[in-house]
């Protein structure tokens, strides 16, 4: 049991929060003060530094030319193209400057961070992928984020692990191959609206389903084949059952998806935490996971307390979509670092402090858009021994302003919020934002460059009726009417699994995949089978049936 050392009230909502035992032992070791915002707040503040899945056509500051950046045209940045930033075409160093300490850090640094090119988009090692960000080592990529080793990804994010094939899917791993609308699977082939699933192939609208081969409409199911809504079938039987239903017509497919919703609403048996292979941890959505606290959808995690959409990560604190590496706190989108603290968007990095987007760098201080550097503070280059001398006398007069320990300021964030992924988990009216001085983005795109235009409603049923002509007509999503296209590649998957078009737009349909997500909270509630208090992110007044751990085991095993 973890003891409290103080309760605190937030500076930002005002509300408790409390430091205990177990935080101090990070706080001692990471050599940084307590906290001044709760748990919540200091999350909100590094997702209003991220925006993956927007991504706008503008001009490079530099060359002129038309480039794809995750920073729309009215950004008040300069925005180089992925090609130019990496090259030697610029110096980051020639924006250097001595640190003045008759003044806060803070200041000095957003001088910089609004001077410094930034880069368009964070996309390594890629071929014919230019519509993808926070992504490396992709091939034939498009409009997804968070994707790594895979191949002809569409419209998905957090895909990872030699993925191939799937489209409007999030968190797919280890080799996941030919899925749609899927969340959460792990080595899974031809799945189609599903969550949770792993080692499962050829299966449709099946939820939490282990070794599952060949079933549909199927709940908490563990090493079956030919299985309709949870019902054994023979072979024969189930494929004449399928061979009824497919090709799926578009009325067809809007009638099953509301069957699903319903059977993982009020019939399917969920754990009050969903975790695999974790040990004592507490939170969310935990796969190989030990010795986390408060951590949500977290792989191969150890040692880390408030954690959220990590991979491979040992020994840190209050970080959000980090990967492979430790030793770090309250950062953001690192990935390959060692010992970094209050970064954002900084790759391959070690012992680096207040960075913002410095890559493949080394003991480096409150620098921007550094790329193989070491010993920088402010962007001016030092030797080894000046930077050694120099960096503690920053900390101490941060340490006198009550700058040094946080996170940088919402308000430097470089996207508008309503860009950002703090709109989707703390939304905010555009007026409490402008209360806050907090930037607000009106840019729209423009619609795509399609005289023809379709409403979702008149799309044929079936994808056989579909002819190649759609590839040049913007449709209008059936929620927003919001233009959208459907590419080639698209089209074939779409072919290939006998699916109709889709009728919503793809940040719609993304929207509708994170509706069914649990908030990243934990609540006090009851197993609905044996009463037992349990800890569980399903609100006490959400319609689950949600078990504890032993009721849950006994059910599905």
Request: net charge neutral; aromatic share 16%; glycine share 2%.
């Amino acid at each position: 049991m973890e003891k409290i050392l103080e309760t605190k009230k937030c500076k930002n909502c005002s509300e408790n929060f409390t430091i205990t035992d177990a935080d101090q032992v990070f706080y001692d070791r990471l050599e940084v003060p307590r906290p001044t915002l709760c748990p919540d707040c200091r999350q909100q503040r590094r997702l209003a530094w991220r925006n993956e899945r927007y991504m706008y056509r503008r001009k490079c500051d530099y060359s002129g030319k038309e480039i794809v950046s995750m920073y729309p045209p009215d950004s008040p940045f300069k925005i180089y193209s992925p090609d130019v930033w990496w090259s030697d075409a610029w110096d980051p160093l020639q924006y250097g400057r001595e640190f003045n300490f008759s003044r806060t850090f803070f200041e000095q640094f957003r001088e910089l961070q609004l001077e410094v090119p930034r880069v368009a988009l964070i996309n390594k090692q890629s071929e014919n992928s230019d519509f993808t960000n926070h992504a490396g080592k992709n091939r034939n990529c498009y409009m997804s984020s968070v994707v790594f080793d895979s191949e002809d990804i569409y419209y998905s994010d957090w895909i990872v692990e030699h993925c191939i094939d799937c489209v409007d899917c999030s968190y797919l791993l280890a080799g996941s191959q030919l899925c749609y609308e899927t969340y959460y699977s792990w080595g899974s082939y031809k799945s189609a609206f599903c969550d949770f699933i792993r080692n499962c192939s050829e299966v449709w609208f099946c939820f939490d389903c282990f070794n599952t081969k060949n079933s549909f409409m199927c709940w908490n199911l563990r090493n079956k084949e030919y299985c309709i809504r949870n019902k054994q079938y023979m072979k024969t039987e189930y494929e004449k059952e399928m061979k009824e239903l497919f090709p799926m017509s578009s009325s067809k497919l809007l009638e099953l998806c509301k069957e699903y919703l319903e059977i993982k609403k009020k019939t399917a048996i969920r754990p009050a935490i969903y975790s695999v292979n974790t040990e004592n941890s507490f939170g969310d959505l935990l796969f190989e996971t030990k010795n986390c606290f408060y951590a949500f959808d977290s792989i191969r995690v150890e040692d880390c307390r408030y954690i959220y959409d990590a991979i491979d990560m040992k020994d840190s604190m209050d970080i959000y979509h980090v990967g492979w590496g430790e030793l770090m706190y309250e950062c953001h989108a690192i990935t390959n670092g060692y010992n970094n603290k209050f970064c954002h968007f900084t790759y391959d990095d070690n012992n680096t402090y207040y960075g913002d987007c410095v890559q493949n760098s080394n003991n480096t201080f409150g620098c921007v858009g550094l790329k193989r550097k070491q010993y920088c503070i402010l962007n001016k280059q030092y030797t080894k021994e000046e930077y050694e001398e120099l960096v503690p006398k920053i900390i101490e007069h941060m340490k006198k302003n009550g700058e040094y320990g946080e996170f940088f300021p919402i308000q430097f964030s470089p996207f508008a919020y309503n860009q950002s992924r703090a709109q989707e988990f703390y939304p905010l009216t555009k007026a409490k934002a402008d209360a806050k001085n907090i930037r607000w983005s009106e840019y729209d795109p423009p619609a795509p460059g399609i005289t023809k235009q379709l409403d979702a409603s008149e799309l044929p049923q079936m994808i056989q009726e579909v002819q190649d002509a759609i590839l040049d007509t913007a449709i209008l999503c059936e929620v927003t009417k919001r233009p959208y296209k459907i590419i080639k590649p698209e089209l074939q998957f779409y072919r290939k699994m006998d699916l109709p078009l889709p009728h919503r737009h793809p940040d719609q349909r993304y929207l509708d995949r994170m509706t069914q997500r649990n908030p990243r909270k934990i609540f006090q509630t009851h197993c609905k089978k044996c009463n037992a208090a349990i800890s569980s992110s399903f609100s006490p007044d959400k319609l689950a049936n949600v078990y504890c751990q032993k009721c849950y085991l006994e059910a599905v095993y």
